[in-house]
T-cell receptor, first 110, second 116 residues
Framework: GQQLNQSPQSMFIQEGEDVSMNCTSSSIFNTWLWYKQEPGEGPVLLIALYKAGELTSNGRLTAQFGITRKDSFLNISASIPSDVGIYFC??????????FGTGTRLQVFP | AAGVIQSPRHLIKEKRETATLKCYPIPRHDTVYWYQQGPGQDPQFLISFYEKMQSDKGSIPDRFSAQQFSDYHSELNMSSLELGDSALYFC???????????????FGPGTRLTVL
């Protein structure tokens, strides 16, 4: 099915470092969502974005809805070991169907 | 805070058997969604319901059906199971289309279905 291009595919970083990941699409979306998923668990909603250009923070997480409505970015500052997991972007455009990105696997080393 | 409840958490079935997965949405959420996630894949949308009516439909096989009940819980019925149906099945819930945060889908812990 349709997918969003998410990069990087994986990241291995030191505790305390900042992390950036992004999602791009050939189609526009009117909502962007960012989720974190741990093995065998359901995706946990981190941030929701509704307007082009919107910048929203949730603790150490900051996400932006791209001006073109075709991309979104997630930054994690001062990473900690519990940030480990797979981060998915997801987009919506006038349907219930979330289109997920391919995921970014984050590994944090102490 | 209360989350989406799914049961069972694990299910093992033989080929050609049937399975029923249950989902209990977050209180006050009247919209439910079903997703399928294969190993190493991202979740794929199957179907959604709002106020007991089918709202949207994705890549759901004809062998699968779902419904939402008056208490807003939902069930996904899967018949003639195939090996390829082995996956994690997630239910998500949200407030209805009248709510500003309608698009925020909250996922349950999932049901891991294994077909032997």
């Amino acid at each position: 099915g349709q997918q969003l291009n998410q990069s990087p595919q994986s990241m291995f970083i030191q505790e305390g470092e900042d992390v950036s990941m992004n999602c791009t699409s050939s189609s526009i979306f009117n909502t962007w969502l960012w989720y974190k998923q741990e093995p065998g668990e359901g995706p946990v909603l981190l941030i929701a974005l509704y307007k082009a250009g919107e910048l929203t923070s949730n603790g150490r997480l900051t996400a932006q809805f791209g001006i073109t409505r075709k991309d979104s970015f997630l930054n994690i500052s001062a990473s900690i070991p519990s940030d480990v997991g797979i981060y998915f972007c997801a987009g919506l455009y006038n349907t219930d169907k979330l289109i997920f990105g391919t995921g970014t696997r984050l590994q944090v080393f102490p | 805070a209360a989350g989406v409840i799914q049961s069972p958490r694990h299910l093992i079935k033989e080929k050609r058997e049937t399975a029923t997965l249950k989902c209990y949405p977050i209180p006050r959420h009247d919209t439910v969604y079903w997703y399928q996630q294969g190993p190493g894949q991202d979740p794929q949308f199957l179907i959604s319901f709002y106020e007991k009516m089918q709202s949207d439909k994705g890549s759901i096989p004809d062998r699968f059906s779902a419904q939402q009940f008056s208490d807003y819980h939902s069930e996904l019925n899967m018949s003639s199971l195939e090996l390829g149906d082995s996956a994690l099945y997630f239910c998500a819930s949200s407030l209805g289309p009248h709510a500003p945060s309608y698009n925020e889908q909250f996922f349950g812990p999932g049901t891991r279905l294994t077909v032997l």
